[in-house]
């Protein structure tokens, strides 16, 4: 079935590295690619998306491009802040079934000053 | 304008007890769709409601059910609560079945 593969965390970096999450998918068809952010005690927030094939999604200074040839969608941003502390999450939704969303296992990232 | 609101926000049950969590939808929305979280992992797809009717289901036993209401707002009831049911149990609306979900808080279940 469908999946996502996101990177383990924590990830730990100091304020202005630069960060790489590395998502990649299985799914048949042409699925729906996402990255949604948790920053504590609040809801799941959509980040960014791509719909199809070579879209480059982004928002915040992150970005992510949608790469069928390797089934990937691999989260970067420049230049990190603390207050992008957060766990991160890649989600596709199936092409046949746009109404549910299946998300990776999430990767916690921690910016220190 | 409110967004997703859930209650409550948490709550604490035995096994065997059953238990229902409300969600009110985005304001203009008409469409519900919920999840679980268990800790340290991404959010499942329980269902999703659209008028009035359960539109598609992943892969939960029978004892989660939903439901919907006339003003789009939705229960979601689980039944004989095991202790793997503890979670935080997030609720999404949208303007359609295929649209863009937004996320409540969620409700934080804990199951003895």
């Known amino acids: 079935g469908d999946s996502v593969t996101q990177m383990e965390g924590p990830v730990t970096l100091s304020e202005e590295a630069f960060l790489t999450i590395n998502c990649t998918y299985t799914?048949?068809?042409?699925?729906?690619l996402f990255w949604y952010v948790q920053y504590p005690g609040e809801g799941l927030q959509l980040l960014l998306k791509?719909?199809?094939?070579?879209d480059k999604g982004s928002n915040k200074g992150f970005e992510a491009t949608y790469r069928k040839e390797t089934t990937s969608f691999h989260l970067e941003k420049g230049s990190v802040q603390v207050s992008d502390s957060a766990v991160y999450f890649c989600?596709?939704?199936?092409?046949?079934?746009?109404?549910?969303?299946?998300f990776g296992s999430g990767t916690r990232l921690s910016i220190r000053p | 304008d409110a967004g997703v609101t859930q209650s409550p926000t948490h709550l604490i049950k035995t096994r065997g007890q059953q238990v229902t969590l409300r969600c009110s939808p985005k304001?203009?929305?008409?469409?519900v769709s919920w999840y679980q979280q268990a800790l340290g992992q991404g959010p499942q797809f329980i269902f999703q409601?659209?008028?009035?009717?359960?539109?598609q289901r992943g892969n939960f036993p029978d004892r989660f059910s939903g439901h919907q209401f006339p003003n789009y707002s939705s229960e979601l009831n689980v039944n004989a609560l095991l202790l793997g049911d503890s979670a935080l149990y997030l609720c999404?609306?949208?303007?359609?079945?295929?649209?863009?979900?937004?996320f409540g808080p969620g409700t934080r279940l804990t199951v003895l």
């Open positions: 999404a609306s949208s303007l359609g079945p295929q649209d863009e979900q937004f």
């Open positions: 799914a048949t068809g042409y699925p729906s």
């Open positions: 791509a719909t199809k094939a070579d």
């Open positions: 989600a596709l939704s199936p092409y046949s079934s746009a109404s549910k969303i299946i």
């Open positions: 304001s203009g929305h008409d469409t």
């Open positions: 409601y659209y008028e009035e009717e359960e539109r």
